[in-house]
Nanobody, 121 residues
Framework: VQLQASGGGLVQAGGSLRLSCAVS????????MAWYRQAPGKQRDLIAG???????SYADSVKGRFTVSRDNAKNTMDLQMVKVEPEDTGVYYC????????????????WGQGTQVTVSS
């Protein structure tokens, strides 16, 4: 099982960007999914999460500007970013809680490799 994050790049302040995260491999179910951001020299912070039931939550810093969504049939998750700010610069990671096999007792967290977002002022 692997997670692949994509869509990062360079964007001007006030602009928009859409990140995607895809789960590959055979799984039983993908439970909660989330996006984290790690700014240069800082810790990795949770910025948006979404349950399998499509209930979303956001960090205060992105609320009203970012929208997280998912497609349960495709095991994908997106992050639509609008009105981006220089403070949104960082590496964005997706994470998913996945039940891989029926023989597993518990689901586990899997992380993507991260995608760089740079917002210029």
């Amino acid at each position: 099982v692997q997670l692949q994050a994509s869509g990062g790049g360079l964007v001007q302040a006030g602009g928009s960007l859409r990140l995607s995260c895809a789960v590959s491999g055979s799984v039983v179910s993908v439970n909660a999914m989330a996006w984290y951001r790690q700014a240069p020299g800082k810790q990795r912070d949770l910025i948006a999460g979404i349950s399998r039931a499509q209930i979303a939550s956001y960090a205060d810093s992105v609320k009203g500007r970012f929208t997280v969504s998912r497609d349960n049939a495709k095991n994908t998750m997106d992050l639509q970013m609008v009105k981006v700010e220089p403070e949104d610069t960082g590496v964005y990671y997706c994470v998913a809680n996945i039940w891989v096999d029926y023989s597993d007792d518990l689901a586990k967290d899997y992380w993507g490799q991260g995608t760089q977002v740079t917002v210029s002022s």
